[in-house]
């Protein structure tokens, strides 16, 4: 697996972290989904991912994360939020490819 992956992942991350969550999104819910909880979720999924191969349910749910935020994304209709969540979606990706990697 590849050294530069994982720390790309861990540059996302850190970036992420750094960017202020979008104002007016604590609370709310697009699509059925807690923007509050998606994006602790995916930062979590990612977390674990740089730490170790994920066992199935993990790498279940970030391929479910995946989907969800191919849901939303369209949905927000704020230019702020839609770069923030599309930095998670491209953070939970990323994650998902480690750990597809893994398995090969």
């Known amino acids: 697996m590849s050294e530069e992956r994982l720390e790309a992942l861990s ?3 850190a970036e992420h972290m ?5 104002p007016g999104f604590r609370g709310l819910d697009i699509e059925g ?3 509050v909880l998606l994006d602790a979720d995916a930062y979590g999924y990612a977390s674990s ?8 349910q993990r790498r ?4 479910r994360l995946t989907a969800v935020l191919d849901t939303v994304l ?11 969540y599309t930095r998670v979606r491209d953070m939970v990706v990323l994650a ?9």
Do not use: C, H, N, V
């Open 74 to 84: 369209p949905a927000i209709d704020d230019e702020y939020a839609t770069t923030y």
């Open 18 to 22: 750094a960017m202020p969550f979008p």
């Open 11 to 13: 540059q996302m991350m």
């Open 33 to 35: 989904q807690s923007m």
């Open 60 to 63: 279940a749910g970030l391929l």
């Open 96 to 104: 998902a490819d480690i750990e597809a990697l893994r398995g090969k």
């Open 49 to 56: 991912a740089l730490r170790g191969p994920l066992d199935e």
